[in-house]
């Protein structure tokens, strides 16, 4: 069956960086686009960044835009989200999303990983 | 950017009872070319990711059950419950993937 398993998190301090990885397995890895959504603690779900299925293609949120890199391997199945210069407010939680419809990232997230807690505090 | 928002903020409904849930976007997120809008819905319970209930605005999610709707065109949208049961007791959550930034809408608590 489709999973996606989110790994990475973790409690870093303000200023220094942190990559999450995101393996997938069940599917065509290469054939979707896939997104990060996070979740901040009492907060609403919040978009962060899509990556097209050939990784040529790539979008940000305003708020992580300049210091979050979302990058793939379709060779290893595995997404990553690579987070620097973090600052209090990107504690949440990190899911890794697929969108739906092979080779279309203008898609709904069908599927989505358990998640990752990235906590930013000294 | 898009902004979703989402009425009300929480929703009290007896069991078996109509829950309606609405979502309005800043702008039109149709698609002319194909007569698609560009929402989905997302239902969140504490402890587990979310899960997808609708795409195209009304195209239920295989699996879900059909209790759950959707319906709206252009700017305006509605997730309707037709019968509440127990387990819908959740966090839910109207999503435009039209434009970049893909934005959520706040989120609308539903209990019994």
């Known amino acids: 069956q489709v999973q996606l398993v989110e790994s990475g998190g973790g409690v870093v301090q303000p200023g220094r960086s942190l990559r999450l990885s995101c393996v997938a397995s069940?599917?065509?890895?290469?054939?979707?686009?896939m997104h990060w959504v996070r979740q901040a603690p009492g907060k609403g779900l919040e978009w962060v960044a899509l990556?097209?299925?050939?990784?040529?293609?790539?979008h940000y949120a305003d708020s992580v835009k300049g210091r979050f890199t979302i990058s793939r391997d379709n060779s290893k199945n595995t997404l990553y989200l690579q987070m620097n210069t973090l600052r209090p407010d990107d504690t949440a939680v990190y899911y890794c999303?697929?969108?739906?419809?092979?080779?279309?990232?203008?898609?709904?997230?069908?599927?989505w990983g358990q998640g990752t807690l990235v906590t930013v505090s000294s | 950017d898009i902004v979703m928002a989402q009425s009300p903020d929480s929703l009290a409904v007896s069991l078996g009872e109509r829950a309606t849930i609405n979502c309005k976007s800043s702008?039109?997120?149709?698609?002319?070319?194909?007569?698609?809008?560009?929402l989905a819905w997302y239902q969140h319970k504490p402890g587990q990711p979310p899960k997808l209930l609708i795409l195209?605005?009304?195209t239920r999610e295989s699996g879900v059950p059909d209790r759950f709707s959707g319906s709206g065109s252009g700017t305006d949208f509605t997730l309707t419950i037709s019968s509440l049961q127990a387990e819908d007791v959740a966090v839910y959550y109207c999503?435009?993937?039209?434009?970049?930034?893909?934005?959520f809408g706040q989120g609308t608590r539903l209990e019994i």
């Open positions: 702008q039109s997120i149709l698609y002319t070319s194909n007569k698609k809008n560009y």
């Open positions: 069940g599917f065509a890895f290469s054939g979707h686009g």
């Open positions: 195209w605005a009304s």
């Open positions: 999503q435009q993937y039209y434009y970049t930034p893909f934005s």
């Open positions: 999303t697929r969108a739906s419809r092979p080779g279309s990232f203008y898609t709904e997230s069908d599927c």
């Open positions: 990556i097209s299925n050939d990784g040529d293609g790539k």
